[in-house]
Protein backbone atom coordinates (compact mmCIF):
# COMPACT_ATOMS: atom_id res chain seq x y z
CA UNK A 1 0.00 0.00 0.00
CA UNK A 2 1.13 3.62 -0.30
CA UNK A 3 2.94 5.48 2.45
CA UNK A 4 -0.34 7.38 3.92
CA UNK A 5 -0.85 9.29 7.65
CA UNK A 6 -3.70 9.42 10.16
CA UNK A 7 -3.35 11.34 13.27
CA UNK A 8 -4.43 11.50 16.60
CA UNK A 9 -5.52 14.63 18.67
CA UNK A 10 -4.85 14.62 22.13
CA UNK A 11 -6.60 17.59 23.39
CA UNK A 12 -8.01 19.42 26.91
CA UNK A 13 -11.67 20.31 26.09
CA UNK A 14 -13.58 21.92 28.76
CA UNK A 15 -17.10 20.63 29.59
CA UNK A 16 -19.77 22.54 27.88
CA UNK A 17 -17.12 25.32 25.93
CA UNK A 18 -18.74 23.59 22.55
CA UNK A 19 -17.64 26.53 20.84
CA UNK A 20 -13.37 25.98 22.37
CA UNK A 21 -13.49 22.27 22.28
CA UNK A 22 -14.67 22.82 18.27
CA UNK A 23 -11.49 25.11 17.87
CA UNK A 24 -9.28 22.78 18.89
CA UNK A 25 -10.46 19.96 17.08
CA UNK A 26 -10.31 22.24 13.76
CA UNK A 27 -7.10 23.75 14.72
CA UNK A 28 -5.69 19.65 15.13
CA UNK A 29 -7.40 18.93 11.66
CA UNK A 30 -5.75 21.63 9.87
CA UNK A 31 -2.50 20.68 11.37
CA UNK A 32 -3.15 16.88 10.36
CA UNK A 33 -4.39 17.91 6.78
CA UNK A 34 -0.85 20.35 5.85
CA UNK A 35 0.91 16.78 6.81
CA UNK A 36 -1.33 15.02 4.60
CA UNK A 37 -3.67 12.59 7.18
CA UNK A 38 -6.43 11.09 5.95
CA UNK A 39 -7.76 10.74 9.53
CA UNK A 40 -7.63 12.36 12.88
CA UNK A 41 -8.88 10.81 15.42
CA UNK A 42 -10.13 12.57 19.01
CA UNK A 43 -10.75 11.37 22.53
CA UNK A 44 -14.40 10.39 23.90
CA UNK A 45 -16.68 12.95 24.07
CA UNK A 46 -13.87 15.59 22.53
CA UNK A 47 -16.92 18.02 21.59
CA UNK A 48 -18.52 18.59 24.95
CA UNK A 49 -15.72 17.10 27.38
CA UNK A 50 -15.82 14.42 29.48
CA UNK A 51 -18.12 14.67 32.10
CA UNK A 52 -20.70 16.74 30.77
CA UNK A 53 -22.94 14.94 33.96
CA UNK A 54 -26.41 16.66 34.39
CA UNK A 55 -25.68 19.15 31.63
CA UNK A 56 -27.28 15.95 29.67
CA UNK A 57 -30.40 16.27 31.04
CA UNK A 58 -31.09 19.50 29.49
CA UNK A 59 -32.85 19.52 26.37
CA UNK A 60 -30.53 22.92 25.21
CA UNK A 61 -27.61 21.66 25.83
CA UNK A 62 -27.78 18.48 23.82
CA UNK A 63 -29.37 20.84 20.73
CA UNK A 64 -26.18 22.55 21.02
CA UNK A 65 -24.34 20.07 20.73
CA UNK A 66 -26.06 18.90 18.07
CA UNK A 67 -25.63 22.19 16.30
CA UNK A 68 -22.16 22.03 17.16
CA UNK A 69 -21.31 19.24 15.34
CA UNK A 70 -22.85 19.79 12.29
CA UNK A 71 -20.95 23.32 12.15
CA UNK A 72 -17.96 21.67 13.20
CA UNK A 73 -18.76 19.04 10.18
CA UNK A 74 -18.94 22.07 7.81
CA UNK A 75 -15.66 24.07 8.82
CA UNK A 76 -13.71 20.54 9.00
CA UNK A 77 -14.65 19.96 5.16
CA UNK A 78 -13.11 23.80 4.35
CA UNK A 79 -9.94 23.24 6.25
CA UNK A 80 -9.71 19.69 5.72
CA UNK A 81 -11.78 18.39 2.85
CA UNK A 82 -10.08 15.40 2.11
CA UNK A 83 -10.19 13.81 6.17
CA UNK A 84 -12.00 11.78 7.88
CA UNK A 85 -12.45 13.10 11.41
CA UNK A 86 -13.90 10.95 14.62
CA UNK A 87 -15.46 13.35 16.78
CA UNK A 88 -16.73 11.51 20.36
CA UNK A 89 -20.26 13.52 21.30
CA UNK A 90 -23.62 12.82 22.74
CA UNK A 91 -26.08 11.49 20.39
CA UNK A 92 -29.92 11.50 20.71
CA UNK A 93 -32.19 8.50 18.95
CA UNK A 94 -34.96 10.62 18.00
CA UNK A 95 -36.56 7.51 16.22
CA UNK A 96 -38.03 6.66 19.93
CA UNK A 97 -38.71 7.89 23.89
CA UNK A 98 -38.08 7.22 27.24
CA UNK A 99 -39.70 8.44 30.41
CA UNK A 100 -38.15 11.80 31.41
CA UNK A 101 -35.31 11.62 34.09
CA UNK A 102 -37.77 13.19 36.75
CA UNK A 103 -41.32 13.40 35.42
CA UNK A 104 -43.50 11.27 33.20
CA UNK A 105 -42.77 13.44 30.45
CA UNK A 106 -40.96 11.84 27.11
CA UNK A 107 -37.58 12.89 25.85
CA UNK A 108 -35.69 10.82 22.98
CA UNK A 109 -32.92 8.35 24.26
CA UNK A 110 -29.06 9.36 24.53
CA UNK A 111 -26.00 7.54 23.41
CA UNK A 112 -22.21 8.04 24.01
CA UNK A 113 -21.72 8.27 20.26
CA UNK A 114 -18.07 9.01 18.17
CA UNK A 115 -18.81 10.08 14.77
CA UNK A 116 -16.84 10.39 11.67
CA UNK A 117 -17.10 13.50 10.22
CA UNK A 118 -16.77 13.74 6.60
CA UNK A 119 -17.56 16.29 3.44
CA UNK A 120 -19.15 18.94 5.24
CA UNK A 121 -21.66 16.06 7.22
CA UNK A 122 -22.08 13.44 9.78
CA UNK A 123 -20.85 10.16 8.00
CA UNK A 124 -21.24 7.68 10.20
CA UNK A 125 -21.97 7.23 13.22
CA UNK A 126 -21.67 4.78 16.36
CA UNK A 127 -22.77 4.26 20.00
CA UNK A 128 -21.13 2.78 22.49
CA UNK A 129 -22.31 -0.02 23.93
CA UNK A 130 -20.97 -1.42 27.83
CA UNK A 131 -21.45 2.06 30.18
CA UNK A 132 -19.09 1.90 33.35
CA UNK A 133 -21.17 2.96 36.62
CA UNK A 134 -18.31 2.39 39.41
CA UNK A 135 -15.86 4.79 40.58
CA UNK A 136 -16.48 8.02 39.38
CA UNK A 137 -18.16 6.81 36.47
CA UNK A 138 -21.80 7.17 36.09
CA UNK A 139 -22.71 6.86 32.65
CA UNK A 140 -25.96 4.72 33.16
CA UNK A 141 -27.69 7.60 34.71
CA UNK A 142 -27.47 9.81 31.71
CA UNK A 143 -26.17 7.46 28.55
CA UNK A 144 -28.35 3.96 26.95
CA UNK A 145 -26.14 1.15 26.03
CA UNK A 146 -26.37 0.09 22.05
CA UNK A 147 -28.04 -3.11 21.47
CA UNK A 148 -28.18 -4.63 18.33
CA UNK A 149 -25.10 -2.55 16.79
CA UNK A 150 -23.36 -4.13 13.82
CA UNK A 151 -19.43 -3.99 14.39
CA UNK A 152 -18.33 0.02 14.34
CA UNK A 153 -16.18 -0.06 11.03
CA UNK A 154 -14.37 2.77 9.26
CA UNK A 155 -12.40 2.65 5.95
CA UNK A 156 -9.34 4.10 5.40
CA UNK A 157 -6.43 4.13 2.87
CA UNK A 158 -7.74 1.03 2.22
CA UNK A 159 -7.89 -0.47 5.84
CA UNK A 160 -10.99 -1.03 8.05
CA UNK A 161 -11.05 -0.20 11.58
CA UNK A 162 -12.61 -0.99 14.19
CA UNK A 163 -13.62 1.77 16.26
CA UNK A 164 -14.12 1.32 20.24
CA UNK A 165 -15.24 3.63 22.36
CA UNK A 166 -13.73 3.73 25.85
CA UNK A 167 -15.26 0.61 28.37
CA UNK A 168 -15.66 -1.11 24.88
CA UNK A 169 -12.28 -1.68 24.66
CA UNK A 170 -11.90 -3.05 28.44
CA UNK A 171 -14.30 -5.96 27.50
CA UNK A 172 -13.30 -8.46 24.68
CA UNK A 173 -16.88 -8.47 22.43
CA UNK A 174 -16.66 -5.66 20.76
CA UNK A 175 -13.02 -5.80 19.35
CA UNK A 176 -13.99 -9.83 18.57
CA UNK A 177 -16.74 -8.54 16.28
CA UNK A 178 -15.15 -6.10 14.84
CA UNK A 179 -12.13 -8.82 14.05
CA UNK A 180 -15.02 -11.23 12.37
CA UNK A 181 -16.08 -8.58 10.63
CA UNK A 182 -13.19 -7.58 8.54
CA UNK A 183 -11.20 -5.09 10.99
CA UNK A 184 -7.45 -4.43 10.03
CA UNK A 185 -7.11 -2.47 12.96
CA UNK A 186 -8.55 -0.94 15.98
CA UNK A 187 -9.24 2.31 17.13
CA UNK A 188 -10.10 3.32 20.84
CA UNK A 189 -11.56 6.91 21.92
CA UNK A 190 -11.02 7.24 25.44
CA UNK A 191 -11.77 9.51 28.29
CA UNK A 192 -9.90 7.94 31.14
CA UNK A 193 -9.46 9.74 34.39
CA UNK A 194 -5.92 9.84 35.78
CA UNK A 195 -5.02 7.93 39.25
CA UNK A 196 -1.07 7.43 39.90
CA UNK A 197 -0.02 5.00 38.30
CA UNK A 198 -2.57 4.57 35.66
CA UNK A 199 -0.78 5.41 32.04
CA UNK A 200 0.83 1.51 32.07
CA UNK A 201 -2.19 0.10 33.13
CA UNK A 202 -4.24 1.23 30.10
CA UNK A 203 -1.36 -0.27 27.63
CA UNK A 204 -1.85 -3.53 29.77
CA UNK A 205 -5.32 -3.58 29.49
CA UNK A 206 -5.31 -2.71 25.17
CA UNK A 207 -2.19 -5.41 25.24
CA UNK A 208 -4.57 -7.94 27.42
CA UNK A 209 -7.39 -7.35 24.30
CA UNK A 210 -4.66 -8.08 21.79
CA UNK A 211 -4.77 -11.36 23.07
CA UNK A 212 -8.23 -11.87 22.09
CA UNK A 213 -8.29 -9.84 19.27
CA UNK A 214 -4.60 -9.76 17.47
CA UNK A 215 -4.55 -5.90 15.55
CA UNK A 216 -2.58 -3.18 15.86
CA UNK A 217 -4.18 -0.97 18.06
CA UNK A 218 -4.22 3.17 18.19
CA UNK A 219 -5.70 4.67 21.84
CA UNK A 220 -6.89 8.82 21.94
CA UNK A 221 -7.31 10.20 25.15
CA UNK A 222 -7.01 13.41 26.36
CA UNK A 223 -4.99 15.41 28.70
CA UNK A 224 -6.13 18.22 31.44
CA UNK A 225 -8.63 19.03 34.03
CA UNK A 226 -12.24 19.20 34.80
CA UNK A 227 -13.08 19.87 38.35
CA UNK A 228 -11.56 16.83 40.67
CA UNK A 229 -10.61 14.75 37.31
CA UNK A 230 -7.39 14.67 35.55
CA UNK A 231 -6.96 13.52 31.86
CA UNK A 232 -3.08 12.46 31.68
CA UNK A 233 -2.66 11.91 28.49
CA UNK A 234 0.26 8.98 26.89
CA UNK A 235 -2.35 8.27 24.34
CA UNK A 236 -0.48 5.39 22.23
CA UNK A 237 0.18 3.04 19.67
CA UNK A 238 0.34 -0.55 19.88
CA UNK A 239 1.53 -3.25 17.00
CA UNK A 240 -0.35 -6.35 16.42
CA UNK A 241 1.98 -8.07 18.74
CA UNK A 242 1.53 -5.61 21.53
CA UNK A 243 4.92 -3.57 21.25
CA UNK A 244 4.59 0.26 22.07
CA UNK A 245 5.08 1.89 18.79
CA UNK A 246 4.46 5.29 20.51
CA UNK A 247 3.59 7.44 23.42
CA UNK A 248 1.90 10.94 23.27
CA UNK A 249 3.12 13.17 26.34
CA UNK A 250 2.07 13.25 29.49
CA UNK A 251 -0.69 15.81 30.87
CA UNK A 252 -0.34 17.84 27.63
CA UNK A 253 -1.46 18.46 24.39
CA UNK A 254 -0.51 16.45 21.40
CA UNK A 255 -0.87 15.56 18.12
CA UNK A 256 0.69 12.38 17.18
CA UNK A 257 1.33 11.55 13.83
CA UNK A 258 0.79 7.44 12.37
CA UNK A 259 2.93 5.85 9.28
CA UNK A 260 0.30 3.45 8.20
CA UNK A 261 3.42 1.31 5.55
CA UNK A 262 4.66 0.88 9.39
CA UNK A 263 1.36 0.50 11.53
CA UNK A 264 0.57 -2.25 9.65
CA UNK A 265 3.90 -4.75 9.46
CA UNK A 266 6.50 -3.27 7.51
CA UNK A 267 8.78 -2.71 10.32
CA UNK A 268 11.92 -1.49 8.28
CA UNK A 269 9.66 1.57 7.61
CA UNK A 270 8.89 1.71 11.51
CA UNK A 271 12.18 3.06 13.19
CA UNK A 272 12.94 1.13 17.16
CA UNK A 273 10.57 3.53 19.37
CA UNK A 274 12.43 5.63 21.98
CA UNK A 275 10.13 6.03 24.55
CA UNK A 276 10.86 7.57 27.99
CA UNK A 277 11.12 5.63 31.09
CA UNK A 278 8.30 5.90 33.35
CA UNK A 279 8.41 8.96 35.66
CA UNK A 280 8.67 8.17 39.55
CA UNK A 281 5.91 8.57 41.67
CA UNK A 282 6.65 11.95 42.77
CA UNK A 283 7.20 13.57 39.29
CA UNK A 284 4.31 11.86 38.35
CA UNK A 285 1.85 12.94 40.77
CA UNK A 286 3.70 16.40 40.72
CA UNK A 287 2.98 17.06 36.96
CA UNK A 288 -0.71 15.96 37.56
CA UNK A 289 -1.24 18.15 40.34
CA UNK A 290 0.46 21.09 38.68
CA UNK A 291 -2.07 20.64 35.72
CA UNK A 292 -5.05 20.31 38.51
CA UNK A 293 -4.51 23.99 39.52
CA UNK A 294 -3.46 25.34 36.15
CA UNK A 295 -6.22 24.40 34.59
CA UNK A 296 -8.77 24.42 37.54
CA UNK A 297 -8.09 28.32 37.89
CA UNK A 298 -7.93 29.07 33.96
CA UNK A 299 -10.64 27.21 32.80
CA UNK A 300 -13.16 29.08 35.53
CA UNK A 301 -11.79 32.41 34.59
CA UNK A 302 -9.20 33.34 37.23
CA UNK A 303 -6.07 35.00 36.86
CA UNK A 304 -5.08 34.58 40.20
CA UNK A 305 -4.39 32.86 43.20
CA UNK A 306 -4.04 33.53 47.04
CA UNK A 307 -3.79 31.27 50.12
CA UNK A 308 -2.71 31.44 53.86
CA UNK A 309 1.40 30.43 54.25
CA UNK A 310 1.60 29.31 57.71
CA UNK A 311 5.53 27.92 57.68
CA UNK A 312 3.93 24.58 57.52
CA UNK A 313 4.40 21.55 55.14
CA UNK A 314 0.69 21.67 54.04
CA UNK A 315 0.44 25.11 52.93
CA UNK A 316 4.16 25.29 51.60
CA UNK A 317 3.66 22.59 49.22
CA UNK A 318 0.00 24.07 48.09
CA UNK A 319 2.36 27.39 47.02
CA UNK A 320 4.94 25.83 45.05
CA UNK A 321 2.55 23.93 43.14
CA UNK A 322 1.11 26.87 41.99
CA UNK A 323 3.98 28.52 41.25
CA UNK A 324 5.04 25.77 39.16
CA UNK A 325 1.58 25.75 38.00
CA UNK A 326 0.71 29.88 37.65
CA UNK A 327 4.09 31.70 37.91
CA UNK A 328 5.05 33.69 40.82
CA UNK A 329 3.08 36.67 39.33
CA UNK A 330 -0.35 35.25 39.68
CA UNK A 331 -0.09 34.99 43.68
CA UNK A 332 -0.13 36.27 47.24
CA UNK A 333 0.65 34.54 49.92
CA UNK A 334 -0.75 36.04 53.73
CA UNK A 335 1.30 34.70 56.72
CA UNK A 336 -1.61 36.02 59.72
CA UNK A 337 0.50 34.60 62.96
CA UNK A 338 -1.17 34.05 66.80
CA UNK A 339 -0.39 34.03 69.59
CA UNK A 340 0.82 30.92 69.21
CA UNK A 341 3.05 31.14 66.17
CA UNK A 342 6.24 30.12 66.39
CA UNK A 343 9.24 32.39 65.51
CA UNK A 344 10.61 29.86 63.17
CA UNK A 345 7.07 29.37 61.73
CA UNK A 346 7.07 33.37 60.65
CA UNK A 347 10.91 32.71 59.80
CA UNK A 348 10.37 29.71 57.19
CA UNK A 349 7.08 31.55 55.74
CA UNK A 350 8.97 34.31 54.66
CA UNK A 351 12.35 32.47 53.22
CA UNK A 352 9.89 30.59 50.91
CA UNK A 353 7.76 33.63 49.56
CA UNK A 354 11.63 35.44 48.99
CA UNK A 355 12.86 31.97 47.34
CA UNK A 356 9.78 31.62 45.51
CA UNK A 357 9.91 35.84 44.54
CA UNK A 358 6.09 36.10 45.49
CA UNK A 359 3.72 38.68 46.49
CA UNK A 360 4.00 38.27 50.47
CA UNK A 361 1.88 39.69 53.54
CA UNK A 362 1.51 39.99 57.36
CA UNK A 363 -1.85 40.34 59.08
CA UNK A 364 -1.76 39.08 62.57
CA UNK A 365 -5.00 37.89 64.15
CA UNK A 366 -4.38 38.68 67.72
CA UNK A 367 -6.43 41.75 67.79
CA UNK A 368 -9.37 39.98 65.75
CA UNK A 369 -9.36 37.43 67.98
CA UNK A 370 -8.98 39.15 71.04
CA UNK A 371 -12.10 41.52 69.86
CA UNK A 372 -13.94 37.80 69.46
CA UNK A 373 -12.62 36.43 72.58
CA UNK A 374 -14.58 39.97 74.24
CA UNK A 375 -17.51 40.07 72.20
CA UNK A 376 -18.45 35.93 73.23
CA UNK A 377 -17.52 36.49 76.93
CA UNK A 378 -21.10 37.13 78.02
CA UNK A 379 -22.40 33.98 76.63
CA UNK A 380 -19.57 31.50 77.36
CA UNK A 381 -19.60 32.79 80.66
CA UNK A 382 -17.12 30.71 82.87
CA UNK A 383 -16.53 27.86 80.46
CA UNK A 384 -12.68 27.24 80.05
CA UNK A 385 -10.38 27.52 76.85
CA UNK A 386 -10.83 24.62 74.50
CA UNK A 387 -11.14 23.30 70.98
CA UNK A 388 -13.16 26.68 70.47
CA UNK A 389 -10.77 29.13 71.15
CA UNK A 390 -8.49 27.23 68.63
CA UNK A 391 -11.61 27.05 65.76
CA UNK A 392 -11.83 30.74 66.18
CA UNK A 393 -8.27 31.30 65.31
CA UNK A 394 -8.42 29.22 61.95
CA UNK A 395 -11.85 30.69 61.13
CA UNK A 396 -10.59 34.10 61.69
CA UNK A 397 -7.57 33.22 59.29
CA UNK A 398 -10.41 31.86 56.44
CA UNK A 399 -12.57 35.30 56.70
CA UNK A 400 -9.37 37.40 56.16
CA UNK A 401 -8.96 35.13 53.22
CA UNK A 402 -12.18 35.26 51.57
CA UNK A 403 -12.42 39.24 52.26
CA UNK A 404 -8.67 39.40 49.85
CA UNK A 405 -10.76 37.05 47.34
CA UNK A 406 -13.58 39.20 47.46
CA UNK A 407 -11.84 42.52 46.87
CA UNK A 408 -8.81 41.12 45.02
CA UNK A 409 -10.83 38.52 42.68
CA UNK A 410 -7.84 35.89 43.72
CA UNK A 411 -8.84 32.22 43.68
CA UNK A 412 -8.58 30.97 47.35
CA UNK A 413 -5.91 27.70 47.66
CA UNK A 414 -7.07 25.31 50.80
CA UNK A 415 -4.03 23.77 51.98
CA UNK A 416 -5.87 20.33 53.98
CA UNK A 417 -4.22 17.27 52.65
CA UNK A 418 -6.26 13.97 52.71
CA UNK A 419 -5.44 12.48 55.98
CA UNK A 420 -6.49 15.52 57.65
CA UNK A 421 -9.90 15.71 55.62
CA UNK A 422 -10.11 11.63 56.43
CA UNK A 423 -9.87 12.38 60.01
CA UNK A 424 -11.64 16.04 60.40
CA UNK A 425 -8.31 17.39 61.33
CA UNK A 426 -9.13 20.53 60.26
CA UNK A 427 -11.43 23.50 60.75
CA UNK A 428 -15.06 23.82 58.78
CA UNK A 429 -15.53 27.90 57.47
CA UNK A 430 -11.34 27.95 58.88
CA UNK A 431 -8.25 26.45 57.07
CA UNK A 432 -11.19 24.29 54.83
CA UNK A 433 -11.79 28.07 53.26
CA UNK A 434 -11.44 28.32 49.42
CA UNK A 435 -12.16 27.27 46.14
CA UNK A 436 -9.66 24.37 45.47
CA UNK A 437 -7.97 22.10 47.35
CA UNK A 438 -5.22 20.86 45.33
CA UNK A 439 -3.53 18.39 47.73
CA UNK A 440 -7.07 16.93 49.07
CA UNK A 441 -6.39 13.74 47.73
CA UNK A 442 -3.04 13.69 48.98
CA UNK A 443 -1.72 11.69 51.90
CA UNK A 444 0.61 13.33 54.45
CA UNK A 445 3.41 10.79 54.32
CA UNK A 446 3.29 11.99 50.34
CA UNK A 447 2.89 15.55 51.14
CA UNK A 448 6.50 14.87 53.21
CA UNK A 449 7.68 12.93 49.90
CA UNK A 450 6.87 15.30 47.65
CA UNK A 451 8.33 18.08 49.19
CA UNK A 452 11.53 16.28 49.18
CA UNK A 453 11.40 15.74 45.43
CA UNK A 454 10.80 19.05 44.50
CA UNK A 455 13.70 20.42 46.58
CA UNK A 456 15.41 18.50 44.54
CA UNK A 457 14.34 18.87 41.22
CA UNK A 458 12.87 22.01 39.43
CA UNK A 459 10.59 20.79 36.56
CA UNK A 460 9.31 24.09 35.40
CA UNK A 461 12.36 26.02 35.82
CA UNK A 462 10.55 28.77 38.20
CA UNK A 463 12.63 28.48 41.56
CA UNK A 464 15.71 26.01 43.44
CA UNK A 465 14.71 24.63 46.34
CA UNK A 466 11.89 26.55 47.07
CA UNK A 467 11.10 24.89 50.40
CA UNK A 468 13.43 25.92 53.94
CA UNK A 469 14.49 22.05 54.92
CA UNK A 470 13.49 22.86 58.56
CA UNK A 471 9.57 23.14 57.16
CA UNK A 472 10.33 19.41 56.05
CA UNK A 473 11.92 18.09 59.50
CA UNK A 474 9.95 19.62 62.09
CA UNK A 475 7.37 17.62 63.25
CA UNK A 476 3.73 19.03 61.89
CA UNK A 477 1.26 21.53 64.31
CA UNK A 478 -1.31 23.63 63.75
CA UNK A 479 -0.30 25.97 66.33
CA UNK A 480 -3.45 26.63 67.62
CA UNK A 481 -2.13 26.17 71.34
CA UNK A 482 0.72 25.88 72.94
CA UNK A 483 3.38 23.00 71.88
CA UNK A 484 0.41 21.31 69.85
CA UNK A 485 1.78 19.15 67.36
CA UNK A 486 0.02 17.16 65.44
CA UNK A 487 0.62 13.45 66.85
CA UNK A 488 -1.15 14.71 70.11
CA UNK A 489 -4.35 13.74 68.55
CA UNK A 490 -3.39 11.40 65.21
CA UNK A 491 -1.67 8.38 65.13
CA UNK A 492 2.11 8.54 63.56
CA UNK A 493 0.93 9.74 59.86
CA UNK A 494 3.14 6.47 58.45
CA UNK A 495 0.18 4.31 60.19
CA UNK A 496 -2.38 6.18 59.70
CA UNK A 497 -1.62 6.76 55.72
CA UNK A 498 -1.19 3.09 55.25
CA UNK A 499 -4.54 2.38 57.14
CA UNK A 500 -6.52 4.91 55.09
CA UNK A 501 -5.24 3.65 51.80
CA UNK A 502 -6.57 0.00 52.79
CA UNK A 503 -10.09 1.35 53.98
CA UNK A 504 -10.50 3.78 50.95
CA UNK A 505 -8.96 2.26 48.39
CA UNK A 506 -8.98 -1.87 49.08
CA UNK A 507 -12.35 -1.44 50.97
CA UNK A 508 -10.77 -3.48 54.26
CA UNK A 509 -13.28 -2.97 57.46
CA UNK A 510 -12.09 -3.22 60.89
CA UNK A 511 -11.54 -6.98 61.14
CA UNK A 512 -9.60 -6.68 58.53
CA UNK A 513 -7.49 -4.18 59.16
CA UNK A 514 -6.54 -5.60 62.38
CA UNK A 515 -5.97 -9.24 60.74
CA UNK A 516 -3.32 -6.50 59.19
CA UNK A 517 -1.69 -5.69 62.15
CA UNK A 518 -3.35 -2.26 62.75
CA UNK A 519 -3.58 -2.10 66.38
CA UNK A 520 -7.97 -2.41 67.32
CA UNK A 521 -7.77 0.73 69.64
CA UNK A 522 -6.20 3.14 66.35
CA UNK A 523 -8.59 0.80 63.96
CA UNK A 524 -11.93 1.79 65.75
CA UNK A 525 -10.59 5.58 66.02
CA UNK A 526 -9.99 6.09 62.60
CA UNK A 527 -13.03 4.69 61.50
CA UNK A 528 -15.19 6.75 63.88
CA UNK A 529 -13.29 10.00 62.55
CA UNK A 530 -13.98 9.14 59.10
CA UNK A 531 -17.31 8.21 59.54
CA UNK A 532 -18.61 11.49 62.18
CA UNK A 533 -16.53 13.93 59.66
CA UNK A 534 -18.82 13.03 56.36
CA UNK A 535 -20.35 16.51 56.97
CA UNK A 536 -17.40 18.75 56.77
CA UNK A 537 -16.04 16.60 53.28
CA UNK A 538 -19.31 16.92 51.92
CA UNK A 539 -18.50 21.00 52.20
CA UNK A 540 -14.96 21.13 51.05
CA UNK A 541 -13.55 22.23 48.11
CA UNK A 542 -13.02 20.14 45.26
CA UNK A 543 -9.02 19.32 44.62
CA UNK A 544 -7.04 16.82 42.07
CA UNK A 545 -7.98 12.80 42.01
CA UNK A 546 -4.65 11.26 41.77
CA UNK A 547 -5.73 7.96 44.05
CA UNK A 548 -7.53 4.98 43.17
CA UNK A 549 -10.61 6.72 45.47
CA UNK A 550 -10.70 9.87 46.23
CA UNK A 551 -13.39 12.05 48.40
CA UNK A 552 -15.29 13.25 45.55
CA UNK A 553 -17.59 11.37 42.83
CA UNK A 554 -16.25 8.20 44.03
CA UNK A 555 -16.43 8.23 47.84
CA UNK A 556 -20.54 8.49 48.45
CA UNK A 557 -21.35 8.08 52.10
CA UNK A 558 -24.74 9.65 54.26
CA UNK A 559 -23.91 12.09 56.51
CA UNK A 560 -26.42 10.26 59.10
CA UNK A 561 -25.68 6.93 59.51
CA UNK A 562 -23.71 5.04 62.28
CA UNK A 563 -21.99 1.86 60.72
CA UNK A 564 -18.45 2.18 61.62
Known sequence: MPTSLIALA?????????????????????????????????????????????????????????????????????????????????????????????????????????????????????????????????????????????????????????????EDAWIPAPAQACLAAGADALIVLNA??????????????????QQHCPLPLVYAHMAGGQDELLFDGCSFVLAADGQVRHRGAAFARDLIFIDLLAFFGDKAAWAAPVLEAWPSAEAEIWQALVLGIRDYVRKNGFSRVALGLSGGIDSALVAVLALDALGAAAMHTVMMPSPYTADMSWQD???????????????AIAPVFEALKTSLAPMFGQRPEDVTEENMQARIRGLMLMALSNKTGALILSCGNKSEYATGYCTLYGDMCGAFAPIKDVLKTQVFALARWRNAHNPFGTAEQPIPERIITRPPSAELRPGQVDQDSLPPYEVLDALLAQHMEMGAGAA???????????????????????????????GTRISRRAFGRDWRLPLTQTFV
Open 10 to 166: QLNPTVGDLAGNAAQILQAASSAHAQGAKLLITAELSLTGYSPQDLLLRPDFLAACEAALAQLAQDLHTAAPDMQVLVGHPEQDAASTLGHWDDARAHPPLFNAVSALHGGRVAQTWRKQYLPNYGVFDEQRYFQPATAQPPALLQVAGKQWGVLIC
Open 192 to 209: SPYHAGKAPERIAAMQAL
Open 349 to 363: AQELATRCCLQHDEV
Open 512 to 542: ELQSAGFQPEITQKILRLIRINEYKRSQAAP
